[in-house]
């Protein structure tokens, strides 16, 4: 039951970081093809829906594990 609410809430803060703060990966790659040599260089934002279904799923445990203690 406490393992829902804090894990509820930690998926919650996560999801408000996620709406705030913005979230972006980096990603780099070397090609070699014999004497030729290429470079990739790449930049992926999550999109901030990830953000609030994160909220929804955190509150959704939280109200679950409060509901199982009673």
Request: net charge positive.
């Amino acid at each position: 039951m406490r393992l829902l609410i804090a894990t509820g809430i930690l998926l919650a803060g996560l999801g408000v970081f996620m709406l705030v703060k913005g979230v972006s990966l980096h990603s780099e790659g070397t090609v070699h093809v014999g004497p030729i040599h290429g470079t990739v260089d790449e930049h992926h934002t999550v999109p901030a829906l990830l953000g609030w279904v994160a909220i929804v799923g955190g509150v959704l445990l939280v109200v679950a594990g409060s509901r199982r203690k009673r």
